[in-house]
């Protein structure tokens, strides 16, 4: 199709604002869906998220929309509104050239609609502002236009007011993006330039590749290559989402489909790659994607050394179709061989592992998530710590850092005092106050990473009764009293429960996590000695008392040195045994670690 009358467009929002029920709409009346394969959130076709109502991949659909007597090719890519998959968001809009900024009419402007906005503000887009929700009681779209004015400066006289769930003004939007987005430039004759914005691995055809075109055309049986690894590959198979995949024979500059060619290495293709054709002149490649910048660590040991191989596996498949999660083997005195893993926010930690479970059938244990510290040495020279048991001996650096970030709070006024009180309590600093409008209020803290991912999200969404959003980015690495806190099961360092935290809060913490160690390991036929400790200071200590047997029970009368012979036996038992037994920490207890303060 003539680029003229194409229009590539990405949908972005806050989570919950109807990016999905808008998206079905539009396949809806466009026609692009039949009503009997019609279903909700059509798009968001993973079972998890079906099953906890969030897009987690950003997914492309091709429809037809007739404006003024003329047929236009609108690509959609419908993308995530978590926090924890901004980066999905990203390589999304780097394949369009608009967004339509869609806002609930009721709950306003909310933390991920900022961060999206200036994102696709950064790529230069045209942005439609769209209130959606305007059929329920409690909507304010005048008031909402002007929160949208205030907070992102963006031109929302004319926003257009929608209800995704009836379908009323959803045409309206279609008509808007034909006239205000501007096609895709792009010479069809140029030599050819892809963009590789995703790709998902498949069984039987090895790995489907997701292409925008931005020069040139790719027709059916064309031998392509991989710009940064060189590899050829013949197009066994082209065409576009419709929402599922549909074949056709040729994709041009400005258009969005797929490419299948039997690529069975996972290694072979990189989201952010460019695709040319083999034999033509060399191209310059696209700009392709930063690497995202990892917020949060934890370990997978699999339960069963054996099947460490399936887990590399399963991480590498996972990691092809999310750029953004990174892997690298580590190992564990107490939990034998696993993998490192790099994520995106807590949420990104909990998807990952759930998918590894149902999709790879993988039994594992997960450590307690930490942060990127970086220490400086002697020479002046810096260095990341991934994990606290990478942290050297406090008389081999100079200064440990921590990693803070930029937190952006929008809260109910009402709840300005609580949100502070609970910002300085996780050694928050204040940064400036934004009214938006008479209710909402935007609040900016600079707070340590490691305290955002310990509990903070939890006790704001408490405070603010579910109103609060947050939205955060690292800023800068600050000197600070860190310290590593250990924890010993019967004297044994437990590396994977170890964790750096503040001086002041070491303590507290300490308790904390050995009153929940002791819930969940159960008892032994010895005692079990719990002990937090900051350097060789022990701070809390809680025992496990052990398994009682009563090996008196059968002495009826009798001498009472023959009770003591079988007590002192039995008390020289437990004793050999708390020598060397062995402690068994089961998963829960691992993930008991995860849950904050005690209530």
Known sequence: MDAQYIRNFSIIAHIDHGKSTLADRMLEITGSVKARDMRAQILDDMELERERGITIKARAVTIYHEYKGQRYELNLIDTPGHVDFSYEVEKSLQACEGAVLLVDASQGVEAQTVANAYLAMEQEHEILPVLNKVDLAHARPDEIAEEIENSLAIEATDALCISAKTGEGVPAVLDRIVERIPCPTGDPEAPLQALIFDAVFDEYRGVIVYLRLFSGTLKNRDLAKMVSTGTEYEALEIGRFQPKMKKCDELTAGEVGYLVSNIKQLGDVRVGDTLTHSKGPDVEPLEGYQEPQHMVYADFYPTSPGDYERLRDALETLSLSDSSLSFFPETSDALGFGFRCGFLGLLHMEIIQQRLEREH????????PSVTYRIQLADGSEQDIRSPGQLPEPDKYEALLEPIVRASMMIPTEFIGVLMQIANDHRGIFV????????RVQLVYDIPLAEIIYDFYDKLKSATRGYGTLNYEIIKYNHDKLVKLRLLVNGDDVDALSSICHESQAQQRGRAILKKLRKNIPRHLFEVR????????????????ALRKDVTAKCYGGDISRKRKLLEKQKAGKRRMRQIGNVDIPQKAFLSVLGGDEK
């Open 361 to 368: 059938d993988m039994d594992m244990i997960q450590t307690a």
């Open 432 to 439: 400036r106050q934004d009214h938006l409008s008479p209710t």
């Open 530 to 545: 719990l002990q937090a400790a900051v350097g060789a200071k022990i701070i809390a200590r809680e025992n496990i008392a």
